[in-house]
């Protein structure tokens, strides 16, 4: 179970990874679309792969040591 | 750049990590103390330490600078930086801490024959150590110089010779407490820093990024200026998220808390700091571009390494400048000395106590080893660091983290992960992936075209990672399928099966 949950957890966080850092220069435009004024989306991308990395170490933990417990 | 403040604040950090390690060295008393700490650091502790051990100079000054000078395409290194720090969690912390006992050669060779892992792991180890220390310790003494005025060759003997010390009477106890005291120093200067420009801007975190682009114009916060090569990128992205999961460095640090739990939290604990410090990390490099100026961090120096320390100063004054350039020498500090303590154990316990005396050692030898190769790697990097000035060291970084992502992670994942490799398929992977980073990293434009100044080169990527980490785990997994190695199954059935 505990493999499972790690290579899932891995491939989702190195999909994403390689997904944004393609997207970043092949879909420019859209990446620097402006939502409002001083923010664009490549922004939130930033901020948020930053945040989803965080929490899916901490969900991961929780998961894993309920399993343990 | 330097003032009489800030050399205050540079004594005080000096004397302040020697009382550490006047205090660490008591407890130093058995090998285990030397190298892990006697396995006694708590979760949170390990996650600090985690902390201070990985970002290192160049990524809290470099980032920031990046970010300044470049806008939104700086912003890409940090988070490939952290995006490593989860895969460790789910692939690395655990098995090592539950196989290994003092290095990441422990853990690969538990269940493979001990001496040919012992030595390709040596080789691959001691190259990404020392490449990675050499690039540190080149970018130290430029620091130093520039922020404390200390003369270049003055700056590498002064770290040099405290690494030496912290190592050598503290092993990983004061190694620990260095790089806590540096992971805390760094928190609260960032923290400090990035109030300070949203207090500027009304605490209103846009209104800095929109001021930026109203100065220096949209593309500011646009992306593609740094690289226009999505699989280049790609390729430097894996490069950093697999070699994080396998740099001897940092993997060591999982030896130093009680369990597999223990090994757990503390990532979970880096994984969250390193995230908030590189989240931050934004608002000083776009603070430093409004409220310093892009041409000003530019002339002090061109890469825009200074950009935190000009914001500093023009936000908190010489005070604020004091206490940020101690935490670029804290930094300096924390992980230079955490590379010497690996480089030390690759050499005493792998090399040493497992392939030359094959276990059989008198009592105290191997920590006596591990002592004199303190010395030798520290005596080494502070001759190499005064060769290498004024050479460009950015590649040997890349070649650390190639050589971490394409030898060392994919050798643990097929000892650990997959019950049918052979000690000759993980041998095989381990040199694979060190000999083909470093020979396309020789025929890539960062040497060719940067450093050789040819006008062509014969492999396109900066960076490797796209080619030697599936490449190294293809050359494993054939020869592993082509050899056999009973016991490696026998093992594995004993100790891994879920």
């Not at chain 1, 409002?36 to 929780?62: E, N, R």
């Not at chain 2, 404390?148 to 003055?154: L, R, T």
Request: with cysteine.
């Amino acid at each position: 179970m505990l493999k499972k949950y790690s290579l899932i957890c891995s491939v989702v966080l190195i999909a994403v990874n390689i997904a944004f850092l393609y997207l970043l220069v092949t879909q420019k435009a859209w990446v620097s679309s402006i939502i409002m004024p001083g923010l664009t989306i490549g922004m939130i991308a930033f901020a948020s792969i930053i945040l989803f990395a965080v929490l899916l170490t901490w969900v991961y933990v929780l998961l894993i040591n309920t399993q343990k417990s | 750049m330097g003032n009489q403040i800030t050399v205050y604040f540079f004594i005080a950090i000096i004397s302040l990590t020697l009382l550490l390690t006047f205090f660490a060295a008591k407890k130093t008393k058995m090998t285990e103390d030397f190298y892990a700490a006697g396995g006694k650091i708590s979760p949170f502790q390990n996650g600090l330490a985690l902390v201070g051990d990985f970002v290192s100079a160049s990524s809290f000054l470099g980032f920031t600078g990046l970010i300044a000078i470049h806008g939104f395409d700086g912003l890409v290194y940090p988070l490939m930086g952290l995006m490593g720090w989860p895969l460790v969690l789910f692939l690395v912390a655990e098995p090592l801490k539950r196989l290994g006992k003092y290095t990441f050669a422990d853990a690969v060779a538990y269940r493979m024959r001990p001496i040919p892992i012992r030595l390709s792991a040596s080789v691959s180890s001691m190259m990404c150590t020392l490449f990675y220390l050499l690039a540190q310790m080149v970018g130290a003494g430029y620091l130093i110089q520039l922020v404390f005025g200390i003369p270049y060759m003055w700056a590498e003997v002064i770290v040099g010779s405290a690494m030496i010390f912290y190592v050598l009477f503290g092993g990983m106890i004061a190694t620990t407490w260095v790089q806590m005291t540096k992971a805390v120093l760094l928190m609260v200067g960032t923290g400090v820093l990035t109030y300070l420009v949203w207090a500027k801007g009304g605490l209103n975190p846009f209104a800095l990024t929109e001021k930026a682009a109203f100065i220096y114009g949209q593309d500011i916060l646009e992306p593609g200026k740094l690289y226009s090569n999505s699989l280049d990128l790609v390729s430097l992205g894996l490069a950093f998220m697999f070699g994080t999961a396998g740099l001897p460095h940092i993997l060591m640090r999982f030896y130093t808390v009680p369990d597999a739990v223990a090994a757990r939290k503390s990532a979970l604990y880096a994984t969250g700091i390193i995230g908030v410090i590189y989240l931050l990390t934004f608002f000083l490099g776009f603070g430093a571009m409004v409220y310093v100026g892009r041409d000003v961090i530019a002339s002090v120096d061109k890469g825009g390494n200074m950009a935190a320390l000009l914001l500093a100063q023009a936000l908190g004054g010489p005070w604020l400048l004091g206490y940020i350039s101690a935490v670029a020498f804290a930094t300096i500090l924390a992980v230079v000395s955490g590379l010497t303590l690996s480089g030390a154990s690759t050499i005493a316990h792998d090399l040493w106590s497992g392939v030359v005396k094959r276990g059989k050692l008198a009592a105290g030898e191997e920590l006596k080893v591990a002592r004199i190769a303190t010395v030798v790697m520290g005596l080494i990097s502070i001759l190499m660091g005064i060769a290498f000035e004024g050479q460009n060291v950015a590649v040997l970084v890349g070649l650390a983290f190639s050589i971490a992502a394409s030898s060392n992670f994919p050798a643990l994942m097929l000892a650990t992960f997959w019950r049918r490799a052979t000690t000759a398929g993980v041998v095989t992977a381990m040199i694979f992936g060190a000999a083909s980073s470093v020979i396309l990293i020789m025929i890539s434009p960062t040497v060719m075209i940067d450093i050789l100044h040819c006008d062509y080169c014969w492999f396109p990527f900066k960076n490797p990672g796209l080619f030697t980490i599936p490449a190294t785990f293809i050359a494993g997994i054939v020869v592993s399928l082509f050899t056999k190695d009973s016991d490696a199954k026998l093992k594995f059935d004993a100790l891994l099966k879920p």
